[in-house]
């Protein structure tokens, strides 16, 4: 188990240092490190279950102190950082969880992500399909070799089960998230033509960000420092058809993810 590595408390060179708070890094001393034999947490909570899988735990970006939040996908948290420098530095936590700044994680910690990520699935196929039958229509067996899939990371099964999914030409389900606020999330609906562009989507559900030129009416950024990513990818033109990023650069839980930053 995770937390049979990862004690709560060090002794080291006969001194006991807690686990550092937020922000917070152990100093480096002369010595060998050993496990102390406490069995208590630093903020009071009770010691890990013998039946669970992983501990309650929360990862912290060393550069910003910010805590990362679980329920997206690491490849939207990195998109979201101001700065790309590697390595990236993540620094994991196993207590005073910061419930003012993340989403509230509990035991059983895998059923917890597995629910929350099923969730994120089926509001795409709702949002694709404008029906939530899609999703009540898949076999307990799909579901499990769904999730199998992404723990294993194991793309070929998560093909198999996704190609049984019916097809859709003109909804596609799309989030984007500007800076640090709430994703938009909404379908969006293909024209037939002239097809729709990355930068049709953002003018419309970000118009404090993007505009269109006057004279061609092409999308653009307000503000020359604005980016925006997919999937760490940036200067994707605007001009981009929406379809094809949605086909190669949507996320297991079927959404396109676009980030946008700003430097407000």
Known sequence: RMYQFAPIMLSISSTVRTEPKPGETLEREEGNATISSTSHSTDGSKEPEENADVPVCWFEDEETNAAL???LFV???WDMKENHNMPWRIRLHFTNYPTTQILPLQQPVTAV????FKNSWKQSLFLQHNSSKVAMNMTKQSHEQLWSSILMSD???????SKDLPSTDNLLPVRVLVDSNPPIQRRC??????????GDILVEWAPNVFEREPEHKSARPKDASTRWMLQG??????TA??????ETLRYPDYFLYI??????
């Open 241 to 246: 058809p929406l379809e094809i990023l949605w």
């Open 189 to 198: 609906k293909l024209l037939e033509t002239p097809s729709m562009t990355l």
């Open 155 to 161: 793309y070929e099964k998560y093909r198999l089960v």
């Open 233 to 238: 990818l940036q200067k994707i033109p605007l």
């Open 259 to 264: 980030i946008v930053r700003t430097k407000r």
């Open 113 to 116: 992500v597995q629910k929350t």
């Open 69 to 71: 939040r679980w329920h």
């Open 75 to 77: 490849g939207v948290l």
